[in-house]
T-cell receptor, first 109, second 113 residues
Framework: GIQVEQSPPDLILQEGANSTLRCNFS?????LQWFHQNPWGQLINLFY???GTKQNGRLSATTVATERYSLLYISSSQTTDSGVYFC???????????FGAGTRLFVKA | GEEVAQTPKHLVRGEGQKAKLYCAPI?????VFWYQQVLKNEFKFLIS????????ETGMPKERFSAKCLPNSPCSLEIQATKLEDSAVYFC???????????FGEGSWLTVV
């Protein structure tokens, strides 16, 4: 089946710093989403981005489907950005969305 | 409704007891998914439905887990004879069509003691 790999697994930032999270996937996909799971366990939709670039405030994402990767950029990080960021892909071999293992982000004040 | 509604939020069961979780997808969404997340780690896909039909059940431990989506009723995920390792948060998600954005509920936290 499709493999979804996220890097780095853990990240500690000083408030105000920028970061880039990466998601690599091993096969063609119909859909890719980025989620933020906050410390209370809620899953928040960040981007639906099967290809191209999108921006939402301090966050932006780029997916290059032909090269099978996606990047999530966080600029001017805040303590509320802490949590786990998941990349999830819908692969064409079956109808299920597969998650990566996540990047655990901690932003220090 | 405007969001995926999961009940109960928390459930505690003794080992060997039955657990049943419910999910109401967003109104107008045809696809429903169940995932298991243990200790905020990876999400394990369990099963997906297109309306009341099972679409993909490759993640279901079939000997104790079952799920249904019946017309005009919330979808359900049932675990017979729970085990300690079933302790997890069970997330339900829905999407309007194949390939669209999927939206998650807030999860049901199952603790087996």
């Amino acid at each position: 089946g499709i493999q979804v790999e996220q890097s780095p697994p853990d990240l500690i930032l000083q408030e105000g710093a920028n970061s880039t999270l990466r998601c690599n996937f091993s096969d063609s996909v119909n859909n890719l989403q980025w989620f933020h799971q906050n410390p209370w366990g809620q899953l928040i939709n960040l981007f639906y981005i099967p290809s191209g670039t999108k921006q939402n405030g301090r966050l932006s994402a780029t997916t290059v489907a032909t090269e099978r990767y996606s990047l999530l950029y966080i600029s001017s990080s805040q303590t509320t950005d802490s949590g786990v960021y998941f990349c999830a892909v819908l692969y064409t071999g079956g109808f299920k969305t597969i998650f990566g293992a996540g990047t655990r982000l901690f932003v220090k004040a | 409704g405007e969001e995926v509604a999961q009940t109960p939020k928390h459930l505690v069961r003794g080992e060997g007891q039955k657990a049943k979780l419910y999910c109401a997808p967003i109104k107008g969404h045809s696809y429903v998914f169940w995932y298991q997340q243990v200790l905020k780690n990876e999400f394990k896909f369990l099963i997906s439905f297109q309306n009341e039909n099972v679409f993909d059940e490759t993640g279901m431990p079939k000997e104790r887990f079952s799920a249904k989506c019946l017309p005009n009723s919330p979808c359900s995920l049932e675990i017979q004879a729970t085990k300690l390792e079933d302790s997890a948060v069970y997330f339900c998600a829905s999407s309007q069509t194949s390939g669209n954005t999927i939206y998650f509920g807030e999860g049901s936290w199952l603790t087996v003691v």
